[in-house]
């Protein structure tokens, strides 16, 4: 499960960490708008699936597409996680966990994107997709530009060690 602590980029994606940025308001600062959820930025892209509408969304270090064929995925681009939220316009069940300090997804697939090619690979049994109709060109210059926005030093700070299985690293 990937969590984004105190210490890590700012998931607004202003480049700050977490604690500087969006973690909490003083009761004297002017009020602020609401913290982008995951969660709802996930139903979001859920109802774009549903409608067979072709989307991509940045929000901080998480990409989310849907496409004309009713699929939608949730990608996270400093490890290259991906879970699917969204099959042939039908809504997945994503177990994510969402509080002011941290956020937990279990992410089920790699992703790489190589030869105007969405590849994937499930960290369950290693099993390879190819996805050859979705949208590898926006999607690729979107991981570009917000890994381009993280200290190469806050990359590598952005998942916590735990005691689960360990997965894949991305080559």
């Not at 480049?15 to 708008?33: I, M, V």
Request: hydrophobic share 35%; charged share 25%.
């Amino acid at each position: 499960m990937a969590k984004i602590g105190r210490n890590d980029p700012c998931f607004c994606g202003s480049g700050k960490k977490f604690k500087r940025c969006c973690l909490g308001t003083n009761a004297n600062a002017p009020a602020r708008t609401a913290l982008p959820s995951v969660k709802i930025e996930v139903e979001k892209i859920q109802e774009n699936a549903s409608a067979k509408k072709a989307a991509v969304l940045a929000l901080g270090v998480f990409v989310l597409f849907s496409t004309t064929s009713g699929d939608a995925w949730l990608l996270e681009v400093t490890e290259m996680d991906a879970i699917q939220v969204a099959q042939g316009g039908e809504k997945l069940a994503v177990q994510i966990e969402e509080n002011p300090e941290t956020i937990e997804i279990n992410w089920t697939h790699k992703f790489d994107v190589k030869n105007k090619k969405f590849i994937l690979t499930s960290y369950k049994d290693k099993s390879e997709e190819i996805r050859e109709d979705y949208p590898v060109h926006t999607i690729l210059s979107t991981v570009k530009k917000i890994r381009s926005r993280i200290p190469p030093e806050l990359i590598s700070t952005i998942h916590l060690d735990n005691d689960e299985e360990p997965q894949a690293q991305a080559g």
